[in-house]
């Protein structure tokens, strides 16, 4: 039986999602609860991708096979009891045997909260990026438009994704929101490159500070060179938001 | 020469404010700091009064003695260079030889964030306390004005302070205000007794519940004894958010 959960983590305590020896992560402790609840039996859990270490998710999603017939409400319960207080799975599904959490998935939602101010929030520092500078937001919603639609976003690709030949993604949605001192940077896609939301969160802060011209995207996206993109910005900013499916 | 510093400090990963050995306090990285400031020279802080385990200070202030001839907004910057990530110096100023951060406070404002929804939240979850169950403000409200004036507070002291004689305290503020699903309550006093504020707390939420009537806040009060009041509510709420000087 194929099991679909919607879970979200804090990031600040992860070295990303993926499984790797030696450090927390995500999936290991999804693994580790699975295993525990199948008397010790082994359960691979995939997710619609991986997520960085520090970056959060509000709505990433997994899928196991199982063979014990658990109630989804059971399940669910099941899970929070024992995952960490940094992990919340928020619903439980059951899905015909051929959905993947990975191979499925149409679009996703990232976002990116940034908040001005002359001092940085304290009690907010794992969980956005703190700007002293003033920004235009007007700049930056010229600029998100130009992001939108099918391009070659190699210019927005970090390098540990060299591998990747195939650079053109589509952003279906790109926006910025101003709520008094808080950005929040909207991006919706069919798919996204290594670290490319952060960059371009690094690029839209660059024309929101004034240093470049929104239209500079397009020359930055025409040039297909990392090097002329801007920075990558922090990754405690940034939210896995939502994933949809068919 | 005296300076006296207002601090900010996210009590999460600290075993509370004062220095005990073998664990995190915030005096002893305040101390820490001063003493490589001062050159090895050791230097001590004193504060307005303690903060317990996960407890937060939005306006701790303390108080030091030093021989350098550094400007003011300079200790500011060199103090917040060296500290760690979770204290912050929010301003420093030069007082006169005989201020003293405890001894002359005259009142302190504290506060306490409760949060109702069905789910906690998994990002503010060491910085509010969530509760399920619906929360009737005006039944709080209510009981907020019981406790203004002054009173032998006994019954909401926690048991590690029986040495303190005195019970008498008076409080000069207390209210309760209601945001969406957000509930905050301020306290302000000329003295609070050990865990006095969260076991507050911990009544006002079994009168939100509904479970004892507002009134009953002034038997509890009488009988002078901790076992009538409601449970102490968790460190993670609570703020000691300013401190009142002449």
Redesign the interface.
């Known amino acids: 039986m194929r099991m679909k959960a919607v879970i979200?983590?804090?990031g600040t305590h992860f070295s990303g999602y993926q499984i790797q020896p030696n450090v927390r992560t995500v999936q290991e402790e999804l693994e580790k609860v699975l295993q525990k609840i199948h008397k010790g039996q082994f359960v691979r859990v995939h997710a619609s991708g991986r997520t960085d270490q520090g970056v959060?998710a509000m709505g990433q999603v997994i899928h196991f096979d199982t063979d014990l017939s658990i109630p989804t409400e059971k399940w669910e319960q099941a899970l929070n009891t024992m995952l960490p207080?940094?992990i919340?799975v928020?619903q439980v599904s059951n899905v015909y045997d051929h959905f993947h959490a990975r191979y499925d998935v149409k679009e996703k939602e990232y976002r990116y909260i940034i908040v001005q101010g002359k001092?940085r929030d304290?009690?907010r520092?794992h969980?956005v990026y703190c700007t002293p500078h003033q920004l235009d937001v007007k700049a930056m919603q010229e600029a998100c438009h130009i992001l939108e639609g099918t391009h070659d976003f190699s210019s927005f690709c970090g390098s540990n994704n060299n591998q990747q030949d195939d650079k053109v993604r589509t952003i279906t949605e790109a926006w910025i929101d101003r709520d008094e001192d808080e950005f929040i940077f909207r991006v919706r896609g069919t798919g996204f490159l290594y670290n490319m939301v952060r960059i371009i969160v690094g690029t839209l802060l660059e024309i929101g500070r004034g240093e470049r011209l929104p239209e500079e995207l397009e020359t930055i996206l025409q040039v297909k060179n990392r090097i002329y993109a801007g920075d990558t910005a922090p990754a405690q900013g940034l939210y896995l938001w939502e994933v949809f499916y068919e």
Chains 1, 2 share one sequence.
Do not use: N, T
Request: proline share 0%; charged share 45%; net charge neutral.
């Open positions: 979200r983590y804090d959060h207080a940094d919340e928020l001092r304290l009690f520092r969980y």
